[in-house]
């Protein structure tokens, strides 16, 4: 079990900058990926970024470049530094925990999610 909290988000003109937290339960080195996802009315959930435990990143297309995950381990805490900001961007943002459970399956836990939104 792995509880994630949230923090940050909000409004903010199209190139600007904003940073999410995300802050773990548990020590995050024993979570075996760490990432982000957003959400817009009528659509999936979709990949921002992953971090997984030995410290290796996957961006979406969207995002590369633009986006960084990085952590802090001593407080247990993933962020996500968003910068250039456009539009479409626009999103609940969620924190994933991804675990392995040793029995072929991952358990998923997700954070509350938080609102970002981009004015042009």
């Known amino acids: 079990q792995v509880q994630l909290v949230e923090s940050g988000g909000g409004l903010v003109q199209a190139g600007g900058s904003l940073s999410l937290s995300c802050a773990a339960s548990r020590d995050i080195f024993r979570i075996n990926t760490m990432g982000w996802f957003r959400q817009t009315p009528g659509k999936m959930r979709e990949l921002v970024a992953t971090i997984i435990s030995a410290g290796r990143i996957n961006y979406a297309d969207s995002t590369s470049g633009r986006f960084t995950i990085p952590r802090d381990t001593a407080k247990n805490t993933v962020y996500l530094r968003m910068s250039s900001l456009k539009p479409e961007d626009t999103a609940v943002y969620y924190c994933?925990?991804?675990?392995?459970?040793?029995?072929?399956?991952?358990?998923?836990?997700w954070g509350q999610g938080t609102q970002v939104t981009v004015s042009s």
């Open positions: 994933n925990a991804k675990i392995w459970t040793g029995r072929g399956t991952w358990n998923d836990y």
